[in-house]
């Protein structure tokens, strides 16, 4: 696009546009009606107080990207989803959201948090290294083939290891950052410049905390987990058996080292310590 439109954006200028959008509804799992603004300074508080808040908040992100490479286009919908629930879970630690409660509560009321903590934030997360990295703001693609392009900035938690923690960005009170959005024919982005300067700017905007970058543990498939866990049942024994004698192997290759570590030490090649050292290190390959 030749003539790109340069921000403040509202929904007055030509498309392609960003429409500042406000007002969500709570859905009846907020503590108080919906102010996403005062929210954050809640949960800010909360972090500062908490300092345990914070730490889980973190363990939670490094196990989860040492698990579910972000680099694969599956395991970024999961990393997604699981920092989503962890601001859910801290929100929910802080007060901002309670489970309902009365006759009408039951064990499904968990699962509505995600949701809750979405009324009030969008979340974009990034594990990735480059300082050039563009978040996502909107996706316009198929609106794109509509003839439309416009799209939509709502209150925002940035996170990414080259932030000083969770950004929030306000597009109504935060308009310095929306003239840095910028569309790129398919999506509307915003540079991870853009909110490194918004982040020094307004340090009440941002809940200090440390997100790994993404260390490129080799990729799993994890749809092969699941349908693991459901053929290796008794009834599945066609379905099955790849599984099967996938573990089968993997038993026997254990044993096979095991062997050569107990040989090994008989032929003084190893100590006792370097032996059970090296006995534990099998077992703990098994046990992945």
């Given amino acids: 696009m030749s003539d790109e439109p340069h921000l403040p ?12 959008v406000v007002g969500r ?14 929210d954050f300074a809640q949960l800010k508080q909360a972090f500062a107080a ?3 808040l914070a730490q889980e908040l973190q363990w939670l992100l490094h196990i989860a990207v040492e698990n579910f490479n972000p680099s694969s286009r599956a ?19 802080a007060g901002i959201l309670t489970l309902p409660q009365g006759h009408d509560a039951d064990g499904d009321d968990v699962a509505g948090l995600r949701d809750a903590a979405k009324y009030r934030w969008s979340v974009k997360s990034s594990f990735s ?52 959005l910028r569309f790129d024919g398919d999506a509307w982005v915003l540079p991870l410049q853009a909110l490194q300067d918004h982040a020094q700017a ?13 260390p490129g543990a080799k990729e799993v498939d994890p749809a ?11 009834h599945f024994q066609r379905l099955g058996s790849a599984f099967r004698q996938q573990a089968a192997k993997s038993r026997s290759d254990v044993v096979e ?16 310590a370097q032996a059970q050292a090296a006995i534990n290190a099998v077992l703990g390959m098994m046990d992945n």
């Fill in 224 to 234: 092969m987990d699941i349908i693991r866990a459901l053929v290796m049942q008794p």
């Fill in 257 to 272: 080292r095991l062997q050569e570590v107990k040989r090994m030490e008989q032929q003084g090649l190893l100590s006792a």
């Fill in 202 to 214: 307004c340090p009440d905007h941002v809940i200090p905390l440390v997100v790994p970058p993404n």
């Fill in 75 to 93: 395991n970024r919908f999961i990393i997604g989803a699981l920092v989503e629930w962890g601001i859910a879970l801290a929100a929910f630690s």
């Fill in 129 to 180: 290294k480059q300082r050039s990295y563009q978040f996502i703001v909107q996706n316009v693609r198929g609106r794109k083939e509509e003839g439309r392009t416009e799209g939509k900035m709502e209150e925002t938690l940035f996170l990414h290891p080259l932030l000083p923690g969770i950004v929030h960005v306000d597009p109504l009170e935060h308009q310095q950052v929306l003239t840095s």
């Fill in 50 to 52: 908490d300092p345990q």
């Fill in 9 to 20: 954006i509202d929904i007055r200028i030509p498309s392609p546009r960003v429409e500042v």
């Fill in 25 to 38: 509804t709570n859905h009846g799992y907020a503590t108080a009606p919906a102010d996403s603004t005062s």
